[in-house]
C-alpha cells in the first residue's frame, strides 16, 4: 500500500478524488508542442494487445492530443502498423504517429531489452527471467512499470453445431495433450477432435499453458499452430471436430464452452464474470514501460488508457472494462445462509481486489482498483451508497485460519479506502467457502466489492 499512502502525502484528501488521473472523463489532452513530430514512441509484443486494442487507444489518444487525419498504415512487416495524424490540415507537414508491431508478448521484452520498443504489450505477466534481463531499466514487477490496461477471458471454442456445453480443466488437458480424441470421450458425438492452438511466442499460449496444461501435460503435437486469435477462431468455425483457445474478443461465430475446475460449478465466460476475474481462464493485459525512458509522453499515454475513456475504448473493441459498475450478481448454486443474507440489500461491482502471492499485500491492479472505486464512490450515482468488503481464502488452510485470513485481507481493502476517504461497513470474511478455483489456486483469495 506504499503507493496509496504516497499519494495521500502529495494531495490533500478534500482535492485526491478530483486528481486522479486514471479516472479522468476529460476528451481532450495538453495538445503537442510545436516541435513535436515523427515517431513518439514505438510499443512491441502481444498479438492479442496489439492487433486491435493497441491500434484503437492510439488513436483515441492521439485525437485526444489535438491530432486531426487519424489513420492506420501498415508498415513492410506482417503484423505491424504505424498509427498517425496531423496537426492541421496542411498535410505536406510531418505527422506525429506511434508504431506498433504484435508478434507475441516475448517479442515486447526484447524490444524493451534491444531498445527498439519503450512500451512492451502481453497478455501474460513477465516471467522472473525477462525481469531479472531488464533489471537495469528498472524493476519490472513495480507498480510504475506494470499495468494492466484490460481484462481478457481465454475462451475454449468449440465448431457451433458441437452438443458438448461444459468441460473441466483436466478434460481440456487431456483433449489438448491427445490424451482424449474423440468427443464422444467428453459426451460429444462420435467423431474425432481436430486440435488448433497459437503459436508459440504469443501471450495467448503462455496463459493457456500455465492455466490449462500446466505440469499435467504437454501440447500433441498434431496441433495447427496459429499466430492470430482471429484466424484460429475462423479455422475453428469451419472444422466441425475442431476445438481451440482465443482471447474472449476472438470467439466470433464460433462456440466458447463453460469451464469448471475441481470443486466449482461450470462457469461460461460472461463480460462480468471476466470483469471479477471469477471465470476459470480470465486473464489480464499488460503493459510494461521503461522506467530509465524520460519521454512524457509514455506516461501520459498509459494514464490515458487507464482513464474513464480509456477503459472505454477497451470496452468497444471487445474486452472488459475495469471501470467498476453494478453487475448482476451471479449466485446460482449459492447456498450460504451468512453470505446471502450479507448481501441481500446490496449491489455487486464488477471487480474483485487480489493480492500479492502468498500475502496480503494488494497487487498491482488492486492498487488502481483502489484508485478507481474510490473516484466512482465520489459520483453523485453512488450517493448515500457504502461499500461492503468481503473476503474470501483458500482451503489450504484450516477453516478458522482461512477466515481469519480472508478477514484480515478484507481490512486491508478498507484501510486503502479509507486512506483515500472513503469509509466501509464492517468487513466480513468467510474464508474458504464458495471456491471459484481449486484448493490450491490462489485465485480464491479475493475481496468481493459490493455497496449498500
Given at each position: 500500500?506504499?503507493?496509496?499512502?504516497?499519494?495521500?502525502?502529495?494531495?490533500?484528501?478534500?482535492?485526491?478524488?478530483?486528481?486522479?488521473?486514471?479516472?479522468?472523463?476529460?476528451?481532450?489532452?495538453?495538445?503537442?508542442?510545436?516541435?513535436?513530430?515523427?515517431?513518439?514512441?514505438?510499443?512491441?509484443?502481444?498479438?492479442?494487445?496489439?492487433?486491435?486494442?493497441?491500434?484503437?487507444?492510439?488513436?483515441?489518444?492521439?485525437?485526444?492530443?489535438?491530432?486531426?487525419?487519424?489513420?492506420?498504415?501498415?508498415?513492410?512487416?506482417?503484423?505491424?502498423?504505424?498509427?498517425?495524424?496531423?496537426?492541421?490540415?496542411?498535410?505536406?507537414?510531418?505527422?506525429?504517429?506511434?508504431?506498433?508491431?504484435?508478434?507475441?508478448?516475448?517479442?515486447?521484452?526484447?524490444?524493451?531489452?534491444?531498445?527498439?520498443?519503450?512500451?512492451?504489450?502481453?497478455?501474460?505477466?513477465?516471467?522472473?527471467?525477462?525481469?531479472?534481463?531488464?533489471?537495469?531499466?528498472?524493476?519490472?514487477?513495480?507498480?510504475?512499470?506494470?499495468?494492466?490496461?484490460?481484462?481478457?477471458?481465454?475462451?475454449?471454442?468449440?465448431?457451433?453445431?458441437?452438443?458438448?456445453?461444459?468441460?473441466?480443466?483436466?478434460?481440456?488437458?487431456?483433449?489438448?495433450?491427445?490424451?482424449?480424441?474423440?468427443?464422444?470421450?467428453?459426451?460429444?458425438?462420435?467423431?474425432?477432435?481436430?486440435?488448433?492452438?497459437?503459436?508459440?511466442?504469443?501471450?495467448?499460449?503462455?496463459?493457456?499453458?500455465?492455466?490449462?496444461?500446466?505440469?499435467?501435460?504437454?501440447?500433441?503435437?498434431?496441433?495447427?499452430?496459429?499466430?492470430?486469435n482471429d484466424q484460429l477462431s475462423e479455422a475453428v468455425t469451419a472444422s466441425r471436430g475442431a476445438i481451440g483457445f482465443v482471447g474472449l474478443a476472438s470467439i466470433n461465430q464460433a462456440k466458447a464452452l463453460a469451464l469448471y475446475d475441481q470443486g466449482t460449478e461450470p462457469l461460461a465466460p460472461s463480460i462480468a464474470r471476466v470483469a471479477t476475474e471469477d471465470y476459470a481462464l480470465s486473464r489480464r493485459l499488460f503493459i510494461y514501460r521503461d522506467l530509465t525512458e524520460a519521454n512524457p509522453l509514455l506516461k501520459e499515454f498509459i494514464a490515458f488508457m487507464q482513464s474513464a475513456q480509456g477503459q472505454a475504448r477497451v470496452q468497444a473493441v471487445g474486452y472488459v472494462s475495469q471501470h467498476p459498475k453494478i453487475v448482476a450478481p451471479d449466485l446460482a448454486g449459492v447456498d450460504n445462509k451468512d453470505y446471502l443474507a450479507l448481501v441481500s440489500n446490496a449491489q455487486r461491482l464488477s471487480v474483485n481486489i487480489r493480492f500479492k502471492a502468498g500475502s496480503a499485500e494488494l497487487d498491482n491492479k488492486a492498487q488502481q482498483d483502489i484508485l478507481r472505486l474510490a473516484s466512482v464512490m465520489s459520483h453523485a450515482d453512488f450517493s448515500g451508497k457504502t461499500p461492503l468488503l468481503i473476503g474470501f481464502g483458500d482451503a489450504k488452510n484450516t477453516e478458522s485460519r482461512a477466515r481469519v485470513l480472508s478477514k484480515l485481507r478484507a481490512s486491508r481493502v478498507k484501510a486503502a479506502l479509507y486512506a483515500l476517504g472513503i469509509h466501509t461497513a464492517p468487513v466480513a470474511g468467510f474464508g474458504a467457502v464458495m471456491p471459484i478455483a481449486s484448493a490450491d489456486n490462489p485465485r480464491n483469495q479475493r475481496v468481493e466489492i459490493w455497496v449498500q
Amino acid at each position: 500500500m506504499t503507493h496509496l499512502i504516497r499519494i495521500v502525502k502529495c494531495w490533500s484528501r478534500k482535492l485526491a478524488l478530483l486528481a486522479l488521473p486514471v479516472v479522468c472523463h476529460a476528451t481532450t489532452l495538453p495538445p503537442f508542442t510545436a516541435d513535436t513530430q515523427g515517431v513518439l514512441f514505438t510499443i512491441k509484443g502481444s498479438n492479442t494487445v496489439g492487433a486491435t486494442l493497441m491500434p484503437a487507444l492510439a488513436e483515441d489518444f492521439l485525437r485526444a492530443k489535438g491530432l486531426i487525419k487519424v489513420t492506420r498504415l501498415p508498415l513492410p512487416s506482417a503484423n505491424e502498423i504505424r498509427v498517425q495524424g496531423y496537426v492541421s490540415n496542411d498535410l505536406t507537414t510531418p505527422p506525429i504517429a506511434i508504431d506498433i508491431a504484435a508478434h507475441g508478448s516475448a517479442t515486447g521484452f526484447v524490444g524493451l531489452l534491444e531498445g527498439s520498443a519503450q512500451l512492451a504489450m502481453a497478455s501474460r505477466p513477465i516471467k522472473a527471467k525477462e525481469a531479472a534481463s531488464l533489471a537495469h531499466l528498472g524493476d519490472m514487477n513495480s507498480f510504475d512499470a506494470e499495468k494492466i490496461i484490460a481484462i481478457d477471458g481465454l475462451a475454449i471454442i468449440v465448431h457451433p453445431n458441437n452438443p458438448v456445453q461444459a468441460l473441466s480443466i483436466a478434460q481440456i488437458a487431456n483433449i489438448f495433450a491427445g490424451r482424449i480424441s474423440n468427443w464422444k470421450a467428453v459426451g460429444g458425438l462420435d467423431e474425432p477432435i481436430t486440435l488448433f492452438a497459437r503459436d508459440e511466442n504469443s501471450g495467448t499460449w503462455d496463459t493457456f499453458n500455465h492455466l490449462v496444461l500446466a505440469k499435467r501435460a504437454t501440447l500433441a503435437t498434431t496441433a495447427a499452430r496459429f499466430e492470430s486469435n482471429d484466424q484460429l477462431s475462423e479455422a475453428v468455425t469451419a472444422s466441425r471436430g475442431a476445438i481451440g483457445f482465443v482471447g474472449l474478443a476472438s470467439i466470433n461465430q464460433a462456440k466458447a464452452l463453460a469451464l469448471y475446475d475441481q470443486g466449482t460449478e461450470p462457469l461460461a465466460p460472461s463480460i462480468a464474470r471476466v470483469a471479477t476475474e471469477d471465470y476459470a481462464l480470465s486473464r489480464r493485459l499488460f503493459i510494461y514501460r521503461d522506467l530509465t525512458e524520460a519521454n512524457p509522453l509514455l506516461k501520459e499515454f498509459i494514464a490515458f488508457m487507464q482513464s474513464a475513456q480509456g477503459q472505454a475504448r477497451v470496452q468497444a473493441v471487445g474486452y472488459v472494462s475495469q471501470h467498476p459498475k453494478i453487475v448482476a450478481p451471479d449466485l446460482a448454486g449459492v447456498d450460504n445462509k451468512d453470505y446471502l443474507a450479507l448481501v441481500s440489500n446490496a449491489q455487486r461491482l464488477s471487480v474483485n481486489i487480489r493480492f500479492k502471492a502468498g500475502s496480503a499485500e494488494l497487487d498491482n491492479k488492486a492498487q488502481q482498483d483502489i484508485l478507481r472505486l474510490a473516484s466512482v464512490m465520489s459520483h453523485a450515482d453512488f450517493s448515500g451508497k457504502t461499500p461492503l468488503l468481503i473476503g474470501f481464502g483458500d482451503a489450504k488452510n484450516t477453516e478458522s485460519r482461512a477466515r481469519v485470513l480472508s478477514k484480515l485481507r478484507a481490512s486491508r481493502v478498507k484501510a486503502a479506502l479509507y486512506a483515500l476517504g472513503i469509509h466501509t461497513a464492517p468487513v466480513a470474511g468467510f474464508g474458504a467457502v464458495m471456491p471459484i478455483a481449486s484448493a490450491d489456486n490462489p485465485r480464491n483469495q479475493r475481496v468481493e466489492i459490493w455497496v449498500q
